[in-house]
């Protein structure tokens, strides 16, 4: 199948500084790509949509201010989050979508801590 | 609004047959899916249905009946490694994925 690459896979930053976590599909080319966030032993949480060449779409109560969402070319997005508190720890993975079926390949996602 | 339902958590023993349900209330539907997701790692792949019945992939089968909005995603010969959260995804009328929660799967000797 499609192979979607995520980076890094662990994260450690101080509270107020940003982290910018990058999804790549390596074997093909991705228009869109999905950002979730994913809390212990819950499910994936959808933050916003990711187009090549646009704004990303965010769910509602997502900070588009604080989640910065770039989608520079058709094989790499990224997610930066900004002024990183405490309650921003979380598991951040991201997946993209292979044609119209709908079938998501999803990176090894992102565990961020924030001290 | 917008509805998965799977159980919590389920118990098997090892090289029996285990079956994780799975129902939804959406704004229409383009397909179900369901993910296997081991601990501390990102879901993977494992069916996708959007015409009623089974579909057979080696140990795994997915079912669905639209009529009834439920699905089952169905292991045989469980195995050790099948430990882990099966998450059932639908896709609705705008084709936004809607999660559930996940059933976490307990494989034991």
């Known amino acids: 199948g499609a192979v979607v690459s995520q980076h890094p896979s662990w994260v450690i930053c101080k509270s107020g500084t940003s982290v910018k976590i990058e999804c790549r599909s390596l074997d093909f080319q991705a228009t869109t790509m999905f950002w979730y966030r994913q809390f212990p032993k819950q499910s994936l949480m959808l933050m916003a949509t990711s187009n090549e060449g646009s704004k990303a779409t965010y769910e509602q109560g997502v900070e588009k201010d604080k989640f910065l969402i770039n989608h520079a070319s058709l094989t790499l997005s990224t997610l930066t989050v900004t002024s990183a508190h405490p309650e921003d720890s979380s598991f951040y993975i991201c997946?993209?979508?292979?044609?119209?079926?709908?079938?998501?390949?999803f990176g090894e996602g992102s565990r961020l801590t924030v001290l | 609004g917008q509805n998965i339902d799977q159980p919590t958590e389920m118990t098997a023993t090892e090289g029996a047959i285990v079956q994780i349900n799975c129902t939804y209330q959406t704004s229409g539907f383009n397909g179900l899916f369901w993910y296997q997701q081991h601990a501390g790692e990102a879901p993977t792949f494992l069916s996708y249905n959007v015409l009623d019945g089974l579909e057979e992939k080696g140990r795994f089968s997915s079912f669905l009946s639209r009529s009834k909005g439920y699905s089952y995603l169905l292991l045989k010969e469980l195995q050790m490694k099948d430990s882990a959260s099966y998450l059932c995804a639908v896709m609705d009328s705008n084709y936004q994925l809607i999660w559930g929660a996940g059933t976490k799967l307990i494989i034991k000797p």
């Open positions: 997946s993209a979508s292979v044609g119209d079926a709908g079938e998501l390949f």
